[in-house]
């Protein structure tokens, strides 16, 4: 078979970053009126989430930091539903994994799946909260904003979320996921929420935005009677940061990694044009006729959620994946879809291979093809050399090599260039 040529582009994306991440953490507490929030002696949870955030160790550490400052006590709970196969000490690895650890905090990892019932929402959605923060004094949520993977809204990703299906634990996502197949998940995540802030010891959020290169831009503290009204400002801020694909139509899509610190769905589905759920409508942007995923990373341990949203996935993937974690989650998150098998490539060449010969009449000299890390890195990527053309009409976008040869190993690896 013949391949195209490639070259390497970069893309200009939002770089505005918080100069002094401790620092601004505690302006943002103190601003609040933290001494005021919490009493000295209080036992404190500072939640932990599932997800990459890069200066996510430096944020709790701050948090830590502030919590001690007012003469109080802070544990770290891992809020993250069905995750690290819903169970506590895949919890507690998820977040080793991760880099949050008691030396790198300075706070004891407090994990359980464990639940209190809060009682239902208007809607009858049952409001079940971690037993672990319910016992503590008070509950600091931390979490990125950013967009949703799984639907749009004024409320996506962030604070809501981290309380209602983080802090939900297992049981709690389950049941969340569920309603929201009725409900629609904005209205099930805020009432939920809601319910929360006024039963649950909620004393602050702190909220990031990131910048397109998922360094913190942005990190505010929100009272609780302004949680949901504050969330929805950053939400609007992360969509103006965000990164995606500069390319509006792809035949050929390669991703070298899926992951849940990368996106909860594996793969960004807003970035890769495919949302694939029965209560969303499918994405009209960007049009990718043929998807190829390379690997799971290691932090995933194994849970494939988001394969199913690749057309072909090699045999690397497979002998990564564990089913149990990936049903689990799926089926939490009531999209079965985003676990189901893709065809499966023995090699990169030959699940590449599929891709070319189901893509349509494309050639070597015309292929649309993009080349990337994960979803989570928009920074730099490789194209075929179809592509060059609008590369260059492209503000932001610059090509950053001569063209190069597609080109794999004795046993079928794709070949990243040195």
């Known amino acids: 078979m013949d391949y195209p040529k490639l070259v390497r582009i970069s893309q200009r994306l939002d770089e505005t970053r918080v100069a002094d991440i401790g620092a601004t953490v505690a302006a943002e507490m103190q601003r609040i009126g933290l001494a005021g929030r919490i009493r000295a002696g209080a036992r404190v949870a500072i939640t932990a989430g599932s997800r990459g955030i890069k200066d996510m160790t430096e944020v709790l550490r701050a948090c830590v930091a502030e919590v001690k400052a007012v003469g109080a006590v802070p544990v770290v709970v891992p809020a993250m539903g069905s995750h690290g196969g819903a169970t506590a000490e895949g919890q507690a690895d998820m977040l080793r994994g991760l880099g949050v650890t008691e030396a790198t905090v300075g706070a004891p990892i407090v994990s359980s799946m464990e639940v209190v019932d809060l009682g239902r929402t208007a809607d009858g959605v049952p409001v079940l909260f971690s037993r672990d923060a319910m016992a503590c004094d008070h509950v600091i949520v931390v979490n990125r904003i950013k967009p949703h993977t799984e639907f749009n809204g004024r409320i996506e990703s962030g604070l809501v979320k981290m309380m209602v299906i983080g802090l939900g634990k297992h049981r709690g996502a389950i049941e969340a996921h569920r309603w929201a197949v009725r409900y629609g998940y904005e209205r099930t995540l805020v009432s939920v929420a809601r319910v929360m802030l006024e039963k649950a010891p909620i004393a602050l959020g702190i909220g990031i935005v990131e910048n397109g290169l998922g360094r913190a831009a942005c990190i505010r503290a929100v009272a609780p009677d302004r949680l949901v009204e504050d969330e929805m400002e950053l939400l609007e801020h992360a969509k103006r940061t965000c990164p995606h694909l500069p390319f509006d139509r792809l035949d050929i899509l390669v991703v070298d990694e899926s992951g849940k610190e990368v996106s ?59 089913r149990a974690a990936t049903r689990v989650n799926c089926i939490t998150a009531v999209t079965p879809e985003k676990g189901r098998l893709p065809i499966v490539g023995d090699t990169d060449r030959a699940a590449i291979d599929y891709a070319f010969a189901s893509a349509g009449p494309v050639t070597a000299e015309d292929v649309r093809l993009c080349w990337i890390r994960n979803t989570a890195t928009m920074d730099t990527m490789v194209v075929s050399t179809a592509l060059l053309d609008e590369v260059a009409a492209r503000p932001g976008l610059a090509v950053t090599s001569d063209p190069f040869d597609m080109a794999f190993g004795p046993e079928g690896d794709l070949l990243r260039p040195a």
């Open 264 to 322: 909860g769905s594996g793969m960004d589905t807003k970035v890769v044009g495919r949302i694939m759920n029965v209560y969303e409508a499918p994405l009209e942007h960007p049009h990718i006729t043929r998807i190829v995923l390379r690997d799971l990373t290691e932090t995933s341990h194994g849970n494939g959620l988001g394969i199913g949203l690749a057309d072909f996935i090699t045999r690397r993937v497979v002998d990564k994946l564990d």
